[in-house]
């Protein structure tokens, strides 16, 4: 036990009229929507480096928290190991995720990095028996320590690549050891900065190379969750190759991995790539690659990858919509990848910015099923491509040719005449639910 969390009791939904700070106002976990339990619809998760490891710093300035875990030490790991199960216990949380360094003091050696890491997978498997929070993923990482600075799979030099290889296996023996739904590789580095000194080609060819390999090794462990690519476009590199959702099923493709791997989308990498988050998921969802989401927002003014929690219900009822619409979350689910705001010090600040992004998301998906069971926007969407039901239409995507489509034209004397698209008439229709 810490007292880092002291004076923070449990958090309870005690619904919009109470005005009490550490309750949650809309989040309540067992309210059935659409016929499922709300909390097995968001299947939340507290990201472990923001809220434990994350020291304030911006391009700037250093540290500006000050957590009694933060230190080099396994003691300290271990802190910081107990403090995270009482942030998970104190906010009801079914999932956490983390990185390797996240949860490990850095060794001297590979080995010792190895040890360290199997000894805190050990505690926390030891917490997970008296704790309800399960694990949604694990991840490498394999960004931050200057050894992968010009990349991780696609580094120029073979030795990194080894180390990347060994240190994924390490973390998927973690994941799997904790029984996590899921293994993310988010390729931070795998980009370049200039052409100058970048063999784009090879790189890709070592990429899709290593993730073979993770592919191999979850069937030989028989992990059976999914492997998820977390797509990103640039930040840290000046081009990923991860760039977004379709990208990394082109990706996949061309290595013969689009049904072994699926996508982790970012909705703060979704608006870096110049697209909004809804359309994300829906790209994943048309591909048959959806799997889980990193829920944050960016400050739109900054144009950087700021990782806030969610504080916009209209936006976040959008991509509800479509996690809804695509059956929901199987071993998917919604990952607080969100840091509070480095001004933000306080034990309170942690937990209550967690009340507040699990508020968001559960007033989005009432909105989002509202939306769903009142039919509107699908009955538009259907009304749209009607003329597509047509046997003649249906006829013509099977087996038209050019020819054969420019004869009819002819003959029926085709004269298309435009159609509005209902946008403002949509937009209001949304408005009523949000
Ligand atoms: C970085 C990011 C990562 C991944 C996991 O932008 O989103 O934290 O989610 O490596
Ligand atoms: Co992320």
């Given at each position: 036990m810490t007292d880092y969390f002291k004076n923070i009791p449990a958090i309870r939904y005690e619904g919009t009229t109470s005005s009490n700070e550490f309750a949650f106002h809309h989040y309540n976990p067992d309210e059935v929507v659409m016929g499922k339990r709300m909390e097995d619809h968001l299947r939340f998760a507290v990201a472990y480096w923001h809220s434990f490891a994350y020291q304030g710093g911006d391009p700037f300035g250093g540290q500006t928290f000050e957590r009694p875990w933060f230190g080099e030490t396994m003691a300290d790991a271990k802190l910081k190991a107990d403090a995270a199960f009482e942030l998970f216990d104190i906010l009801n949380a079914p999932f956490f995720c983390f990185h390797d360094a996240d949860v490990r003091p850095e060794g001297k050696t590979f080995a010792e990095s190895t040890r360290n890491l199997e000894e805190i997978v050990d505690y926390f498997a030891l917490k997970m028996q008296t704790s309800k929070t399960r694990l949604l993923w694990g991840t490498a990482n394999l960004f931050t320590n200057r050894r992968f600075m010009s990349g991780a799979a696609t580094n120029p030099d073979p030795d990194v690549f080894a180390y990347s290889a060994a240190t994924v296996k390490t973390c998927m023996d973690a994941t799997q050891k904790l029984g996590g739904a899921n293994y993310v590789l988010w390729g931070g580095r795998e980009g370049y900065e200039t052409l100058l000194n970048t063999d784009l080609k090879r790189e890709a060819e070592q990429a899709g190379r290593f993730l073979q390999m993770v592919v191999d090794y979850k069937y030989k462990i028989g992990f059976k969750g999914t492997i998820l690519i977390e797509p990103k476009p640039q930040e840290p590199s000046k081009h990923q190759y991860d760039?977004?959702?379709?990208?990394?099923?082109?990706?996949?493709?061309?290595?013969?991995?689009?049904?072994?791997?699926?996508?982790?989308?970012?909705?703060?990498?979704?608006?870096?790539?110049?697209?909004?988050?809804?359309?994300?998921?829906?790209?994943?969802?048309?591909?048959?690659?959806?799997?889980s989401i990193d829920m944050n927002r960016n400050d739109y003014q900054s144009g950087w990858d700021t990782d806030q929690f969610p504080n916009n219900v209209p936006e976040m009822a959008l991509a509800y919509y479509e996690v809804l619409k695509a059956g929901g979350f199987v071993n998917g689910g919604t990952n607080f990848d969100a840091k509070i705001r480095r001004q933000s010090l306080d034990a309170e600040d942690l937990v209550l910015s967690h009340i507040g992004g699990m508020d968001t998301c559960a007033r989005a998906l009432k909105a989002a099923a509202a939306m769903l069971e009142d039919g509107g926007l699908e009955a538009a969407r259907a009304a749209r491509y009607a003329g597509w039901d047509n046997p003649t239409a249906q006829a013509m995507l099977k087996e038209g040719t050019l020819d054969s489509i420019a004869a009819r034209v002819l003959k029926?004397?085709?004269?298309?005449?435009?159609?509005?698209g209902r946008q403002e008439r949509l937009e209001n229709l949304v408005n009523r639910f949000v």
């Open positions: 760039y977004d959702v379709a990208t990394v099923y082109g990706f996949l493709r061309r290595f013969g991995l689009e049904n072994e791997v699926k996508v982790n989308i970012e909705q703060g990498h979704a608006i870096l790539a110049g697209h909004s988050f809804e359309h994300e998921l829906a790209m994943a969802t048309s591909m048959g690659i959806f799997g029926d004397n085709l004269n298309p005449q435009p159609k509005s």
